[in-house]
Structures are given as C-alpha cells and as structure tokens.
C-alpha cells in the first residue's frame, strides 16, 4: 500500500472514529457529583458510591468509621481491594480470615462463609480460589443450597514422628497443601454463600493441639505465602491475629438463579438499547453456570476502557506499542496498517523483515511469481476438491457397508416404502442441522448429542448423534431399526430413520418439544409440579405404550431402561417412550433371554440384575419404580431414608406401616384422594421380588383405566399382596421384609453372576 493510499485510510477512519464517539451528553454515565475512588481503590460504573451512582445490586459502602486510610466495602464486612472490568471479578479482603465454626461437642460444627446476598450480581469464582482446611484429623464439608459442593480431610500420622511442619509434595510436582497438616480443594459450584461442616476424624482427638482448626476460602495460591506464619508461629495461635484473606468474586448484569437445569432465566437482552453495554464499541457476552446465568459487557478487540460508560471503550494505538509493526505504521478503529516501506519488501510485522530490493527486478519477480503462484494455487484447489469428494464418497462406501447397510435393505426390502423413508442421506440430514451447528443442539450427554433439524419436507425432527460405537452391536442395532421402523402407537416416540454413511450410525425420531417426565417432576421447591390428574394420565399412557410393546407386536420388545428421564412429553403433556438403545427382542417360543445387564439402578429389576435372565416382568419392576417416582417426587437412583433405605425399600415399608403419608408428594396428597392408594398398592404389586407375583403390563394398563373399579384389573390375593392399610399402627411385617437385605442375598446366591 502507498502511503498517500494509507493517508486516505486514515482519514477516513478518523471520520468513522469522530462520527461513533458523538453521543448524548450523559447519556450511559453517572452524575458527576459521584465517587471515583476510595482507600486508593478505583470504583468503575456500574459500581459506584452513592445514590444514583451505581446499576441496581453493585452499590459499594466507603467506610471512615475506623480512622485512618477510608475502607472500600461491599456486603456486610468484606473489604473491595481490586475491580477488573475486563475479567469481570472483584478482589475482596475477608477480614475474619476464617470461617467462625460453632462447635456442638468435640470438634464437630458448622459455620457460615457469606454476606453477598442470594439476588446480588456476585457469586464465588469457582476458577480462581481454592476451599483450604488445617488442623490434625478433621473432615470439612462445603454445603450449597442442601448438597455437597466439596469435601477436604487433613491428617496427621499417629505412628510416625509428628515434626510440627505441613508436609509439603509441592517438590514431586504436587500442592503445597497435600493433606497432611492441611488440605486444599477446588470449589466446582460458585454460589454468593455456603454453608461449612467440620467432624472429627479421630475420636480421641489425640492430635487436636498440634495445629490451629481453621476453615477457609481463599484466593488460589494464597496459602503458599501464608503457611509458614499460620501454622509454625512460635507465639502460639491466637484466632485474633489471622491476616485478612483474599477472595476473588464473578459477577453478572441482571444475574439470576438457574431455575431448570440448562436453561439460563437471564442473558443478553435481544433489545441491544436495553443492554447495560453503553459503549458503541463494546459487546455483550452471556454468563452461566449451574447456578446463575446473567451477562457482562466487554470492549471490542483493538479497544479498551469501560464498556459500561457512553464513550467508555477507546481505541488502542497499535502503533505505540511495541513489537506491533517494523515497517510503515498507520492507525485504525479498531486495528491498525503495517506494511514495508517504498523500495523494500517482506514481513513488516518480523523486525528486520522488510528487505530492500531493485524496483525493476521486484516487479519483473512479482509479476511472474504471482501468475505462476496463481496457476499452482488454482490447480491445487481443484485437486484437492477432486480429492476430498473421491475421499467423501469413499468414507460413505466403507460406512455403510461397516454399518451393516446392506443387512438393513434386505430386512426392509419387502416393504419398498419403508426401504425410502428408514435409509436417510447424510446429506440430508447435514441440511437439515446446516452441518450439524452447535446452535442445534438440544441436549446429549456421555454417549452422543441430540441436535434439532427441519428435513426437506418440513418435518421437525430430533437426530441423535452417537460419539462411539461397538462393531458387534451393530447387527442387533440394525434389526432393533427395522423393528421399531414398523412400531407405530401414539406413546411411543416415532423412528423416521437412520443414516450409515459416517462412522457411527444416526437416528432421526420425530421431535418432542416439551422436555422429560423427569425435568417437569423435579423441579426446585416450591415450584408447583404436574397435576395428579396429570401424572396419572401420563402413567396410563406409558403402560399402554410398554403393553403395546410386549403384547401387540410380532416379536415382544423389552425396553430395558424405563426412567423418568426416557419419558418425554409434547405440547400437550402426552407421555412418549424414547430412547431403546437397550432394547432387546424376545423371541415368541422363548420366556425369556440372557443378556449383558443393562439398565440404571435404582430402576433396575433385582432378579434380573443377580440373573442375567430378561424377561417383560423386568419392564413392570421398572414401571413399579416410575409409578412411586410419580407419587414421592423422589428420584430412585439417589434417595435414601433417615434409615438408609432404597426408595423401593421405604415407600413398601411405609405402605405396609400405614404411613405412606411420610414418603408422599404433599400435592399429591392434597388432589389425589383416594386414587393415590390404589396406584401405591399397584405400584407395590409390580416391584414383587417374585417375578410370578408381578401383573403383566396389561393387567397395569387396565388397572389404571379402571381405577375404582375391579373389571380388567390386576386382581392382587390376599396371598399375593396383603391389604395394605392406611391407618397408622397396623403391623404388615410379611410385606416390609419382602425387600430387606436378606432377600437380595438369597436372590445372589440363588443367580450367582
């Protein structure tokens, strides 16, 4: 570029520059009556002192109460040190210097690290501090919102010789806190506050003066420096002379926590004027986490300074800066031009890579090496596009071929129409996800992605993108499409098809809009969930789906993972069943089939998981734990009892007790009347650890139609399930130890795996 070229350049992007930084007067800014500073710390918008001179939720307290140099706060007690807009965090001193632990006996307690306020715009950086715990045999627990957010024990050798120093690992490449004297660990969930538990790990807390108990959230790397006067001070431990601890603090515009998992309640506003990002060179970026989600505002690349302010993000000049250029240098909105100066040529941005040459030689050179570099470059590309599409075509062969496609035409080939629609291009389906774009997915997890797609014909479709594969499953996968190509009920989610030509097969299902019977079922207190007359509905027409399943066609499927999480349901609330990658088939002449266990426990049939043995009655033991899921709100994988019991175990004990009131959803209880104990004795009924005693998915589908009534229903004897009453104090031992330990240890020596 000749310099009169770049001096147009400049003058025009000068004009552009003048032209964006007209603004309204005050507009974005804070009055000019507020303060800017306080104890040497810098208050940028939107924190600010003041009424009127910050964003709702980032006021900051100036504090001269305690004499001498002014204390910048925010919360109760939590002195501000540091704002860095462009990291979006804020770097607090937490004078206590530890969590104050209330003992209840011992050195067991509970203590409180806090004072942000649950609706505020802050949250504890998960990525920069570290949860660190001292002491001899102690446990500490981090606790957020009622779970586990992070556990720390530290040690010290009974038999060894105590030398009165941590022992640091930090020379064989570890921590400088590695578990003896002291521990440290990563906060994975940041959250405003938290609640601390500490208990002794040895009883005769023999150990217990040999280092201060204290329990921390500090900035990570802060205990390297500390360590040596926290726990080898020859003055002894005094609580009253522990030094501030630094904190490192996240925070959002518009934060607010996350209701649903995965789906954020606050983010870039879709009106930009809204946005709290005022500069006219500044961006909005999306925030969240698992447990709040909001946005920050960011200067654009080749700016810097406060995105929050009118005005606020001001061009860098790349040419001030050193190493940027070595040649010619000229400023630009937002970048900058580099280029070697007249008579010399290279790499302006290399020092001493611009070279000086013949005027006459460079142009003769760079005319005949340009044509001939053009010639090569077009050649190349054909070549290589030749190349990639031969290689394309191939990878589709070998795929579908890998993939078992010629086995799943032969099994579709008596019906040509079904042959058309079940063998999907990929093509196509790259279409109809424009490449499979990370703005289509819609959910996956450890084994694949799900991504939203509109084929050519408009159908609304949800494809699921497998990450691996194992080769001799490919077969039974095949058979389980050309199966499941010919299913066709109401509550079962609909199979388009499936695609062979890449390394994993794809499937294509029909799209269902409104989540899973899990998501609607759990979701945070107090938070109404679905109806009974809902649940009910939903659980009729899930065993009407699996009775279908079993009973109504050729080869009776047994679906292997009935969950609250393979339950979806559309607009209107109507139950589908999804997901049969652990579907199997059982032949007519055949009661039942071993197969590699397969399932999720908690819903998984005990006799079948000792066994091996697969039968439909693994489906109803499922169905049985679904149906107590429905009435508790309970998740079976995860719950336990005040006495360690299963849900399975406690909701069959409760029942037989006569206190099924003590496990019940409360609005259950309050709409279901007498309904729920019918659906509680069935639900009972199907979990029999009997395999003959359980109804068939039949006689659980008509029981629900006909709730009330005994016309087609599972007749459950005296012999087979006792009258469960609902009065407190009635004994029914014989049903409550149907599922004791003693049982499952019968069943594992009886089916020995």
């Keep these: 570029m000749t310099p009169a070229a770049a001096l147009t350049v400049l003058l025009l992007q000068l004009c552009l520059s003048t032209a964006a930084a007209q603004v309204t007067p005050g507009a974005g800014m804070p009055p000019p009556r507020c303060p800017t500073s306080c104890g040497g710390v810098k208050v940028p918008y939107p924190f600010g002192i003041g009424n009127g001179c910050h964003r709702p939720g980032f006021n900051l307290t100036c504090d001269r109460t305690r004499g001498g140099e002014p204390r910048l706060l925010v919360g109760s007690d939590l002195q501000v040190v540091e704002i860095s807009l462009t990291n979006s965090t804020v770097r607090i001193l937490d004078s206590a210097g530890q969590v104050k632990l209330t003992f209840s006996g011992g050195l067991d307690g509970t203590g409180t690290w806090g004072g942000l306020g649950a609706g505020g715009p802050y949250v504890l950086s998960e990525m920069r501090n570290h949860f660190v715990v001292t002491g001899c045999n102690v446990q500490a627990t981090l606790v957020g919102d009622g779970g586990v957010v992070g556990c720390c024990s530290s040690f010290c050798s009974i038999n060894d010789r105590w030398t009165g120093v941590v022992t640091s690992s930090a020379g064989y490449g570890g921590a400088a806190c590695s578990g003896i004297g002291c521990c440290e660990t990563p906060i994975p969930i940041g959250r405003p506050s938290y609640d601390v538990e500490m208990r002794s790990l040895d009883a005769s807390n023999e150990y217990a003066d040999r280092l201060p108990i204290a329990v921390r959230i500090a900035e990570r790397g802060w205990f390297e420096g500390a360590s040596t006067t926290l726990l080898n001070d020859s ?152 190349m990639k599409q031969r290689r394309a075509k191939m990878l589709k062969k070998r795929f579908f071929r890998q993939n078992r496609g010629h086995l799943l035409q032969q099994l579709v080939s008596q019906k040509a129409d079904i042959a058309e629609r079940m063998i999907v291009p990929l093509v196509e389906l790259q279409k109809a996800t424009n490449s499979f774009d990370k703005a289509r997915e819609i959910g996956g997890g450890g084994h694949g992605t799900v991504y939203k797609g509109i084929m050519s014909d408009l159908h609304v479709v949800a494809i699921k993108k497998s990450k691996i594969t194992i080769q001799r499953e490919i077969d039974e996968f095949i058979n389980e499409v050309a199966i499941l190509s010919q299913v066709n009920h109401r509550n079962v989610v609909k199979l388009f098809g499936c695609c062979l030509e890449t390394e994993v097969p794809l499937l294509v299902y029909e799209f269902i809009s409104n989540g899973t019977l899990y998501h609607h079922l759990h979701v945070q207190e107090p938070a109404p969930s679905l109806t009974w007359e809902d649940r009910l509905r939903i659980a009729t027409e899930t065993a009407r ?124 209880v309050k709409e279901g009347g007498k309904e729920v104990e019918e659906v509680a004795v069935l639900a009972v009924a199907c979990v029999r650890i009997e395999v003959d005693h359980r109804p068939t998915m039949r006689q659980v589908e008509m029981t629900l139609e006909n709730l009330g009534g005994s016309h087609g229903s599972f007749v459950m004897h005296d012999k087979d399930v006792p009258k469960y009453p609902m009065i407190e104090g009635m004994n029914m031992e014989e049903t409550s130890q149907q599922y004791s330990y003693e049982a499952e240890y019968l069943l594992s020596s009886r089916y020995p795996r």
Aim: hydrophobic share 35%; proline share 5%; aromatic share 8%.
């Design 235 to 386: 003055t002894g431990y005094s609580p009253s002379r522990q030094p501030a601890v630094p904190v490192v603090l996240d925070f959002a515009v518009d934060s607010k926590p996350v209701v649903l998992p995965g789906v954020a309640t606050s983010g870039c506003p879709v009106d930009a004027r809204r946005s709290a990002c005022q500069s006219s060179h500044a961006s909005c970026h999306n925030v969240s986490g698992m447990y709040r989600s909001g946005y920050v505002c960011r200067c654009l690349d080749g700016y810097q300074g406060n995105p929050y302010l009118a005005g606020g993000c001001q061009d860098i000049d790349e040419c001030a800066l050193p190493g940027m250029c070595f040649g010619e240098c000229t400023n630009t909105a937002g970048g900058h031009l580099c280029w070697c100066p007249r008579g010399a040529q290279g790499d302006p941005l290399i020092r001493n890579g611009c070279i000086k040459s013949s005027l006459g030689l460079s142009v003769g050179i760079g005319v005949g090496s340009g044509a001939s570099l053009l010639l090569m470059v077009l050649g190349a590309i054909l070549v290589s596009r030749k």
């Design 545 to 668: 789906a699996l009775g279908y399943l079993h009973s109504a066609v050729s080869f009776p499927i047994v679906h292997r993972d009935i969950k609250s999480q393979n339950i979806l349901l559309d607009g209107s609330l109507i139950a589908k069943v999804s997901d049969f990658g652990a579907s199997r088939c059982i032949q007519v002449d055949q009661a039942e089939t071993a197969t590699v266990i397969q399932g999720t426990f908690g819903y998984l049939d005990p006799l079948y998981f000792y066994s091996g043995q697969l039968t439909e009655k693994s489906d109803v033991y499922s169905f049985g734990v679904l149906l107590m899921e429905l009435l508790t709100r309970k998740k079976p994988c995860s719950y336990r009892s005040s006495e360690e019991e299963t849900l399975v175990r406690y909701f069959t004990a409760s029942l037989a007790a006569g206190k099924l009131v003590r496990v019940l959803d409360p609005q259950v």
